[in-house]
C-alpha cells in the first residue's frame, strides 16, 4: 500500500480513547450541556433524580436563539478584526515561519461591555437570556458541528507543514475530532484564536449578568452569592483577555488541530457549562454569612494569586529567559537547546498553574452552598480535564527532551498539588 506523504509519522499514539472517543464524545458531550442546563432549571436540581428532567424538544428551539448567536458571532468578528492593539508572533511553526496575531481582546471586551451597558440602559430584558438558554445551546452545537466539517474538508487544501501532528492520522472520525490543521485561517483571520477567547469566553460573562438580572427580576436584588460567582468568573475572563499574548503558547495554539474538540469547547462546553453555578442560584438561592463569604473570597485570591504568578513566570521565560524576572531562576539544560524551569513556582510542583486554577474552581462552587452536586460539576470535570492534559504534557516533554525530563521529574516530583499528587 502507497504510504500517505501527508500523513504525520507521530500520531501512533491516540489521545482520547483513539477512534471509540473521537466517535462517541461529539454525542455525549452536547447531551451532556443541554441535561445540565435542564437540571439546573428544575425544582429539585438534583444530578441524581429519576427520571431525569428531560426538556421537551419545543424548549430546544426559539427562533431568536439563531439570530441571537449569529450577531453575536458577527459583532467579536468585527472587533477581533479592528486595527487597535498590537500585533505578536506566535511561536515557531515547523517550517520555521512565524504567523502573526491581533492582540486586542481586552479592547473587544470593553467595548462589548459599553454596548450591554448602553443596551440595559435602554430597557432591554437580559433577564430573557435565562429562558433562551437550552435554544442558544441548542444552535451553539449546530454551529459547531458546521464549522468543525467546514475545518475538516479544508484541511485538505492545507500544506503538509500546516497540519497538526496529532490529528492528522488518516482516520476521519478522529481526525474531525482532533483537527487536521494547526492554524487555520481565511485571509489573516486565525479560526482557532478567534474561538479560544472571542466569543465563548465573553458570552460566559454576558450569560452570567443574565441571570444576574434574573434573579433581581426574581427577588428585586442579586444575593451575595450570585454577586461572588459573577465577580469571581468576571476576574478570570477579564485577566484571561488582559494577559491574552500568553494564549500563544499554550498547548491548544501550540500543538493541537483545530478540529471538533477545541470548536465545541470554545464556543459551547465553556459558555453553558462555566455559567452553571450563575445559572443554579437563579431556582436555588443560598444565603451567605459575611464569614462565609470572607473565607470564599480568600481561597478565591489566594488561587489567584498562584494562577497568575506562575504563568507570568512560564510566558516570560518560554519568551524571553534572559528578562530580570526570570534570570536568576534555576534551570535543567536540555538536548534540544531548551532549559526547563526548577525554581520558583515550577520548582514546587509541575503544573502550579493547574493548582491556581482548582482553588479558583473551588471558590467559584461553593457560594452554591454544599446540598446540591450539580455547581460543583465543574470542579469535579476541571480536576479531571487538568489530570488529563497534565498526563499529555508529560507525554509530549518525556518524547520532547528524553533524559532531561526524567532529571526535572526527580527535581519536581508532584504534578499539581504539593506532597498529594
Known sequence: MKLDKRRSPYTTEREFGGT??????????????LYLLS????PVGSLLQWPPPLPPTSQLWHPLAP???????????????????????GMVLRN??????????????????????????LGMPLGYLFELLLPLATCTVGISFV????LYLRSFWAPNHALSLGGNTGNPLYDFFMGRE??????????????ELRPGLMGWVVINLAMLMKEVELRESPSLAMLLVNGFQLLYVVDALWNEEAVLTTMDIVHDGFGF?????????????YSLQANFLVVHP????IMGAAAIVTLNGVGYFIFRWSNSQKNQFRRDPTHPSVAGLETIATATGKRLLVSGWWGLVRHPNYLGDLLMATAWSLPCGVSHLLPYFYVTYFAILLIHREARDERQCRGKYGLAWDTYCRRVPYRIIPYVY
Not at 448567536?69 to 508572533?89: C, D, N, R
Not at 443560598?286 to 454569612?289: A, F, G
Open 182 to 195: 494547526l492554524n487555520p485561517r481565511i485571509g489573516s483571520f486565525d479560526l482557532k484564536y478567534f474561538c
Open 39 to 42: 437540571i439546573a432549571h428544575s
Open 96 to 121: 520555521g515561519s512565524r504567523l502573526k496575531y491581533p492582540i486586542n481582546g481586552f479592547h473587544a471586551f470593553c467595548v462589548n461591555a459599553g454596548l450591554l451597558g448602553l443596551t440595559l440602559w
Open 286 to 289: 443560598n444565603s451567605l454569612s
Open 20 to 33: 471509540l472517543g473521537a466517535t462517541f464524545i461529539p454525542v455525549l458531550l452536547p447531551l451532556t450541556v
Open 261 to 273: 474538540m477545541l470548536a465545541f469547547g470554545d464556543l459551547a462546553w465553556v459558555p453553558f457549562t
Open 147 to 150: 464549522l468543525s466539517l467546514y
Open 67 to 89: 439570530v441571537l448567536l449569529l450577531g453575536w458571532l458577527a459583532l467579536q468578528s468585527f472587533l477581533y478584526l479592528l486595527p487597535v492593539g498590537k500585533v505578536a508572533e
